[in-house]
């Protein structure tokens, strides 16, 4: 019976330090990022940050590339508090609640200084809503990063205006917002899974698709695609988040250190994306694409094309919701 009890004292001993503090939490953080991607080169620095400024009091670990699931389990397991911490893509998470892509409102900028003043104002209308949204499902989104500006490719025809888009057969996500915009463009629309896209887009079954750089060249659709434009119809970013179950269980002290990593762990990831934007592109380019940087006046008649569905979105987004961002988007044009 001795031995038993000084076992149990020395194990809780490991477990715990001076004055009832724990010496280590861990946690895992689980993202759908290739390895060596900006986010989550990203996810590796929060996790150091965290680490180093905890004094090793919280380690983290990351699994990327699916390792934990898509985007859709891991804000289940968030939700439920089974995971600790996603590097998430909340516009992925609409099955869970349809305010959770409101970002994905066709053309609330075309550049990035656009992004800068209204997807990054943490008292913007976008950020808000994101986190009032996720809040409501047990998630506590700490910081937002780049994922990216969407754009169309097409195995038929170079596309320069919203007519170009007539008839072609666009694969989408599911996004109402996405979906409307080709709609009113007058393209046909199918939803269909990401792993099937690179075969649909082999055997003809549908003729485009709507990612953007990092993943048209990453899934390697480009290789089936002739013709890409960049017409940055919606942008994208992802939450660093952190279950709000677990949230709760951490010391505020702790709490404010892992927010602090986090704003700068995604605001370094921002900067990176945007380079490596650049470099995709270049890629796509060599591998035999045409891709179309459009003139300021021909993205202005994509805008004008895919702020027309907006109205017809208000009963998912609300119409209160929509109109204060109208008044951001002029906001911000006024600087």
């Known amino acids: 019976m001795k031995s038993i009890l000084l ?4 194990a809780l001993a490991l477990v715990l330090a001076p004055h009832g503090v724990k010496a ?3 946690a895992r953080l689980g993202h759908v990022f290739a390895m060596g991607m900006p986010a989550d080169d990203a996810s590796q620095r929060f996790a150091a940050l965290v680490k180093e400024r905890t004094n090793g009091e919280v380690v983290i670990t990351v699994f990327p590339n699916n390792q934990l699931g898509g985007d859709e389990a ?4 968030l939700s439920r508090g089974s995971l600790e ?5 909340p516009g992925s998470l ?3 609640d349809p305010l959770l892509d409101i970002h994905y409102l066709p053309y609330i900028a075309s550049s990035f200084d656009r992004v800068d003043r209204i997807f990054y104002n943490p008292e913007g209308i976008l950020q808000r809503t994101l986190k009032a949204t996720m809040e409501k499902y047990g998630m506590v989104a700490l910081a937002f990063f780049e994922l990216e500006f969407r754009s169309v490719t097409n195995s038929k025809q170079a596309v320069r205006t919203p007519d170009d888009l007539k008839g072609l057969k666009i694969r989408v996500p599911g996004s109402a917002s996405i979906r409307s915009f080709f709609e ?7 939803t269909m899974p990401m792993p099937n896209l690179f075969v649909a887009l082999q055997q003809r079954t549908v003729d485009g698709q709507d990612n953007g750089a990092s993943i048209t060249y990453n899934s390697r659709l480009f290789e089936a695609q002739r013709f890409m434009t960049l017409t940055n119809h919606v ?8 279950s709000a179950r677990f949230w709760k269980t951490l010391s505020d002290k702790h709490r404010a250190i892992i927010a602090q990593a986090a704003i700068e762990a995604a605001a370094e990831e921002v900067q990176k994306s945007r380079a490596a934007n650049k470099d995709f592109l270049a890629k796509i380019a060599a591998g035999g694409v045409a891709v179309t940087t459009l003139s300021p006046a021909e993205m202005a008649e994509f805008v004008k094309v895919g702020q027309v569905g907006w109205e017809r979105l208000a ?3 609300g119409a209160e919701r929509i109109e204060a961002l109208k008044r951001e988007i002029a906001a911000s044009i006024g600087h």
């Not at 911490?85 to 893509?89: A, D, E, S, T, V």
């Not at 942008?235 to 952190?242: E, H, I, N, S």
């Open 235 to 242: 942008y994208a970013m992802g939450a660093v988040t952190v």
């Open 74 to 77: 891991l804000g289940r397991d």
């Open 85 to 89: 911490f996603g590097f998430l893509n």
């Open 24 to 26: 280590e939490t861990k």
């Open 94 to 96: 609409t099955g869970l």
């Open 315 to 317: 009963p998912i987004y």
């Open 184 to 190: 009113i463009a007058g393209a046909q629309t199918v």
């Open 7 to 10: 076992a149990a004292v020395g």
